[in-house]
Structure formats: C-alpha cells, structure tokens
C-alpha cells in the first residue's frame, strides 16, 4: 500500500505545484495567499508520503483529497482533476491493501 499511495500524493504534490502557478494568474487571490495555502497542502502531501502506513494517515490523506476538490472554488479546473486525484486515492488505498494481504498470506505460506 505504502508504494501505490505515495505515488499517488507525489503526484497529487505537483499537481498542487502547477495549480498555484495557473492560480496566481487567473484569479484575484493574492500569491501570498495561494501560496501560503499551496505550500502547506505539497508538504503534507509530502510527509504523508513516510507516515502513510500509521494510524489514520489513510484519513488525513482523505481529507488531502476533499481539500483538493474544495480547491474548485478558487480554481473551477480542480473539481475535475480533484475528483481524479480522489479516485487515484481510493484505488491506492484499496488495492494497495489488497496487496499487503498477498504479500503476507505468501509469506505465511513460506
């Protein structure tokens, strides 16, 4: 799970990234304020990424997500691309899990 789910938030991190950038022009929010709020959301995204296999990290990194699609307000492009970003989310969480229970039943066998 670990690896699926860290792909996905590095990726969810640069998406944030680029966003900004488009943010900072087409919208009347000041850069201080998308940045400040970008900033925040790429490093969480960032450190999820290590602590994804403790307790409620697959909760955090939900409301990551929510978050992502609330972004639509400033920038109407998020909704789409937030929903994606959820979808990608759910697919890591779910069959990453999937996966750790191959890997352990494998190695129980062994």
Known sequence: MRTLCASTLIGEALLIMFAAL?????????????????GIAMLLCVLLCGM???PGAVAVGWGLQL????????????????????????????YGRKIDEVKAARAAAA
Do not use: D, E, N
């Open 22 to 38: 488009v943010a900072m022009q087409l919208t009347s929010v000041s850069a201080v304020t998308v940045w400040t709020v970008s």
């Open 52 to 54: 994804i296999t403790r």
């Open 67 to 94: 978050g992502l699609v609330a972004s639509g307000l400033v920038l109407p492009t998020m909704y789409g691309l937030g929903l994606v970003f959820a979808a990608l989310w759910w697919c890591s969480v779910h």
